[in-house]
C-alpha cells in the first residue's frame, strides 16, 4: 500500500473497515491467551432489541461487515436471531467460534444463511500443542465443528491461529490442515490483552521465529493475517494489507456491554471511547469521541525517528506497547530491530494490566479450563447456557 493511502487511512474514515463486536465475555474455554479474559457473561449485555439497534447503526453507517467474537458468541441464545438480522440488513457476518457449539444442525443453518463467514479457532496443528493454550479436549471439538461445516456444505471456512513460539514450527501442518477442509488459514500475532498479559512473556515468538514467520508469509499472500504482523515489514518488503495501527482510524471494538474501544486488543479505561448506549449511539463515538480525534491526528515517530525503517512498520502495534508498560510512540516490543527488548529492559515500572476481566475464578488462570456442553443444542438456547 502506498504512503499515501497509509496516511489518508490514519486520518480515520466516516465508518470503519473493520468493527469487531464482542457480544459476549461468557465462554466455557479459558484459554490462556484470551484478549478479553472472558469466561463469565455480564449482566448488562446489551439486549437483544439494543443490538438489533446497533446493526441499524451499522446499516446507516455502511458497515461492509461486522466481525463478531466473545467470548464464545454461539453461548447467546439470540446469537441465530442476531447474525440473521444483520445479514438482511447487509451488514455481512464474519464470526469466531471455538467450535464447541457448532453441531451438525447448527451447521447446515449457517450453509443456509447469506453475506456470512465463520472461523473456528486452534492454537496448533495438534491437540497436544493447541489444548496447551485452549484447553484438554479444545481441538478435538473444533475439529469436530470442521467437519460439520464439511459435511453440511458450507463452503470455505477459515481456520484460525494465534501464532506462538510453540506452534510457529507447523506452519506448513497448519497450511495442510486448511487445504484438507478447503479453508482458508488465517495467522493473528499475539498481543500481552487479556490473560495474554500473564502467558505472553513465555509464548510470544522469538527474534528468528518472527523472521521466519515473515519469509513463511512472503511466500504466500493467500494466508490471511488480518494486518497482524506489520511490524514485520520493518525485515523488507511489506505483507500485504493496511500496514499501519488502524486503532480509532479504521477499526474498532464494541465490547458486550456496550462500550466502544479503539482496538480489540486494548479493552482499558484509557482506550475507552464512549458507549453505543450514548446519546447519539455508535455514530456518534466514532465520528465525534475525543480518544478517536486524537488517535487520527497525525503522529511522531517519537523514539523510531532515527530508525530508517518506520515507514515500513509504523512503530508497531499499539496494544503490544500499552500492555508492556512501553510509550505508545516507543518501539513495538517485537520491533524486528530488537528496539523493543532493549526499551522493556529500561522500562521503569510495572506495566498496566488488564484486570482479572471476566475469568470464571476471578482471576487468570495459567491451565484452560474445558467444559463439555450438554447434547442436543444446537445453537445455545437452553437454560445451562454457561454463564
Known sequence: MSTALTNRLSRGLAAPICLTWELTYGCNLACVHCLSSSGRRDPRELSTDEARRVIDEMHDLQVFYVNIGGGEP???PDFF????????????????TNGTMLTPAAASRLAGMDYLDVQVSVDGADAVTSDEVRGAGS?????????????????????????????????????????????QLRLTRLRPSGRGADSWAQLHPTQDQQRTLYSWLRERPGVLTGDSFFHLSAL???LPGLNLCGAGRVVCLIDPVGDVYAC????HEEFRAGSVRDSGGFAAVWRDSALFTELRSPASAGACSSCGSYDACRGGCMASKFFTGLPLDGPD????????ETALRAAPGAAPHPGPGHSKSGKARRQPV????GRG???????DTPS
Open 74 to 76: 454461539m453461548i447467546r
Open 81 to 96: 436471531e442476531l447474525i440473521s438480522y444483520a445479514t438482511q440488513r447487509d451488514v455481512g457476518v464474519k464470526f469466531s
Open 139 to 183: 481441538y478435538d471439538a473444533a475439529r469436530r465443528a470442521m467437519d460439520n461445516l464439511a459435511e453440511a456444505e458450507f463452503g470455505p471456512f477459515k481456520i484460525s491461529v494465534v501464532i506462538t513460539r510453540h506452534n510457529i514450527g507447523q506452519l506448513d501442518d497448519l497450511e495442510a490442515l486448511a487445504a484438507a477442509y478447503g479453508a
Open 236 to 238: 523488507g518488503e511489506p
Open 264 to 267: 480489540p486488543f486494548v479493552l
Open 333 to 340: 516490543p517485537e520491533c524486528v530491530y530488537g528496539h523493543g
Open 370 to 373: 474445558f467444559v463439555t456442553l
Open 377 to 383: 443444542r444446537d445453537h445455545g438456547h437452553g437454560a
